[in-house]
Structure formats: C-alpha cells, structure tokens
C-alpha cells in the first residue's frame, strides 16, 4: 500500500491521494530532543562512537530503570534493562531467549502483522485467538489455546490496528489464567508486552503495568511513537525484577542482541532518551486527529470500536470481503490496510497519524466507498 501510495501520488499529484496505510508519526520529535541532540553533537568526549557493552550504556539502563521504577510498584535496576532496536529488536530478543524450536506463543487477534514473521526467525509457533466485539481479550478463548508446548501469550495494549487498551481487570485474570498454567506444567508461561503506545492515549485513561500484575513478565517498547523517532531505531527490553532465573534470561537476551546482528542500540539515540524519558510528542494533537475521523465517518455510516489509544482506526468493513473494500476505497485515492493482514477479515484499518487536512479532504472518497455497498 506504502508503494502504491508512492504511485498514485506521482500520477494524482500529493494533494489527491490520501494515504492512511503506514504507521509513520506525522507530528515531528519534541523541541527537547533537537536540544539534546544538538549539544549531543558539540561533545567532544573520547570513545562516544565506539562499541560498548552489548546491553546498553549503562547509564542509559539506569535512567530506564529508574524511570520504571517511578512508575511500577517494582524497583527496577539496570540489570533488568536491554537497549534494543526499536521494539522490533526488543520483541527479537525477548523471543530469541525464551523460544526452543515449535514452541507455541499464544497471540490475541487482530495483531501487529509482523509477529508472524518475528515468531518464524526463532522457529516458534503462532497460536492465533480471537478477541470479543469491542477487542477485549477473549479470556476463555486463551485458557483454550494453552498446551504443554505454551512457551507465552504476547499481547500489545495500545494495541495496533485497533487502539485498544486492555483493562486492569482483564490483564489480572490473564495474570490469573498464566499462574495456573505455569503451575500445571511446572514452568513458567511468560507474559509479553508490547507497548511501544503507552504514551499515545486518550481521554485521560492509563495503561495497566503487566510487572505489577505477573511476575513472569517482560516489556517490548521503544521511542518510535511517543517521541516520534521510528527511523533512529531506539528502544529496550525490560524483565520483571521478579522473574525467576533472571540473571539466566538477561544473559540471554544480551547475548541475543549481539548475535542477532544487531550488537547494540544506536549509540547517539541512547545517550539521547537519558534525558527524554518523560517527554513526548503533544498526544492531544493525535487525539484531535481521532476525534475528526471518527465524526467523519459516523455521519458517513461507518460502524467502528473508538480507539482508546494509539493511532489507528479499526472499523468494519460495510461488506464481508475487506480487500474488496480497500479496493474500492482505493479507487478514490484512499490507501488502508484490509483486517485480514492483521488476522481478522471484515475489517480495514486506517493509520490517522496524518496531517489534518488528509482527514478532512479524505471524507469525500469514504463517502463514495460506502455508497457504493449501502
Ligand atoms: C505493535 C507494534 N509493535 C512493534 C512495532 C515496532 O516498533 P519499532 O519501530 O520501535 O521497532 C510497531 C511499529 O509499528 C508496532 O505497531
């Protein structure tokens, strides 16, 4: 979609072709981070381009540490803290220390798409589960999909494509649901979380701490979205200081970050977020965005789960076959991704991380998509 947005652009011109199909942050990094990266650039320290432990700076770790410990009911220290690449790179790790060959990874649908491919690097195996009308997590649906090959669940709240944010309540009785199932085979059933959004929500809601809710917990994020940098490839793995054979499983992950090919996180990007940690990008501006699109494309007859976070749109697709739809929208020059890329036909998503004006002047073209079937 990305392509073809590239060349319908050429041939329609910028201004008529309205692409919702990428992820890619519209609003520009903080003020603070051009500061920081400007004085960053006049350090004339010795060695700040060189290799440097395979974990991470340690006074990058640190300040991660802190700053979790500042907001979980866990103390953190930098020995739970791997910078990564992006929370690409973090899912990577993660996966490539707990992960033995057809391990089983239980993943709620609709998901990020690239699990699979993440899941396939380290010869695990994808157990793909549903969730209820609004996207909550389907509980029962889980509790069925465990086996005695269940290596862990990996969830992702603000969840892309459909901005949900799973509540304390669901998130303990998943918490409740892997205790079971570690004690019934005598090891632990990890816990997953995706969260490079955390920072990206709306209408004054919070997204649950998984560490305070299981201890056999790890944390996937990065920089990308909150402050806006998913080209300078920063981000970290967080362990939950409780979770047994810590020292094993962070040995693990350090050695899988070198081997991985990726050696360590961008060295300039590290020394950067010491000072960003509790910074980032005007999210009421992403919020003002969702709130456009969701009043254009009710009065148009759209039917969708308002987004609690993140910056995507999930409706439903007016006809049963999704791809058919995006098509259609297509032909008006509106580029989206069709449900089933994300495990769940019947459904489209619109990625509104897009100037204003995109939304507004798109209307007209998802106005004429949906005539076309209703
Ligand atoms: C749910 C989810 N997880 C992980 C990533 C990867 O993030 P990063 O660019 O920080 O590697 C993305 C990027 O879009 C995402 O949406």
């Known amino acids: 979609m990305f392509e073809e947005g590239i060349r319908r652009k050429a041939l329609y011109g910028d201004d008529n ?53 500042r907001h979980n009911q866990r103390r953190f220290s930098s020995s739970d803290i791997v910078m990564t690449v992006g929370a690409g790179g973090a899912l990577n790790v993660i996966l490539k220390t707990i992960l033995d060959p057809n391990d089983e990874v239980i993943i709620p649908s609709p998901y990020f798409v690239e699990y699979n491919f993440y899941l396939e690097n380290h010869q695990g195996v994808p157990m793909i589960v549903g969730t209820r009308s609004d996207f909550s997590l389907d509980l029962n649906a889980i509790d069925e999909a465990f086996t005695e090959k269940t290596k862990a669940v990996l969830i992702n709240s603000p969840n892309n494509p459909t901005g949900k944010v799973y509540s304390e309540e669901e998130l303990r009785e998943l918490g409740r649901l892997l205790n079971e199932q570690s004690q019934r085979f005598g090891r632990p059933v990890y816990l997953i979380s995706d969260e490079p959004y955390r920072k990206i929500v709306y209408d004054g809601i919070e997204v649950p701490s998984i560490f305070n809710i299981y201890k056999e917990s790890f ?33 693990g992950m350090v050695l899988s970050n070198r081997i991985l090919g990726y050696v360590n996180a961008p060295a300039l990007m590290q020394r ?40 995507y749109l999930f409706p439903k697709s007016p006809i049963e076959d999704d791809v058919e739809f995006v ?20 459904h489209f998503r619109i990625a509104y991380c897009v100037p204003d004006s995109v939304i507004e002047r798109s209307m007209t073209g998802f106005g004429k998509a949906i005539k076309r079937y209703v």
Do not use: W
């Open 272 to 311: 950067a977020i010491i000072g960003l940690l509790d910074v980032s990008v005007e999210v009421s501006l992403y919020q003002k965005k969702r709130d456009m699109l969701c009043a254009g494309l009710t009065s148009l007859g759209y039917q969708y789960v308002k987004p609690q976070g993140a910056f």
């Open 17 to 69: 072709v309205y692409d919702f199909s990428l992820g890619n942050p519209i609003i520009e990094p903080p003020s603070e981070f051009k500061l920081i990266l400007s004085q960053l650039a006049n350090d004339t320290g010795s060695g700040r381009h060189a290799y440097m432990p395979n974990a991470g700076y340690a006074e990058t770790r640190q300040a991660v540490a802190d700053y979790l410990t």
């Open 327 to 346: 098509s259609a929208l297509k032909e008006e020059n509106v580029l989206t991704v069709p449900g089933s890329g994300f495990g769940c036909p019947g």
């Open 219 to 251: 944390v996937a994020t990065s920089f990308s979205k909150d402050l806006s940098l998913p080209g300078e490839r920063i981000g970290y793995a967080a362990v939950n200081p409780d979770i047994l054979e810590k020292d094993l499983i962070v040995d």
